[in-house]
């Protein structure tokens, strides 16, 4: 059961851990900070969270 709730937690971290960055995405995108950095969106993304399609 122990290891149950270790993986339990672990995945709900992570889940936390993905909302944090896509309202940092969504942030950046209001904000349109990707033309700030003279790149275009999906550069912008990968540079920073070093995510892409």
């Known amino acids: 059961m122990a290891g149950s709730n270790t993986n339990l937690y672990a995945y709900i971290e992570k889940q936390n851990r993905f909302r944090?960055?896509?309202?940092?995405i969504?942030?950046?995108?209001?904000?349109?900070?990707y033309l700030k950095e003279g790149c275009s969106?999906?550069?912008y993304i990968?540079?920073?969270w070093?995510?892409?399609?």
């Open 26 to 33: 969504q942030k950046s995108i209001d904000n349109k900070e």
């Open 46 to 48: 990968k540079k920073k």
């Open 41 to 43: 969106y999906d550069e």
């Open 20 to 24: 944090i960055m896509v309202k940092e």
């Open 50 to 53: 070093n995510i892409s399609k």
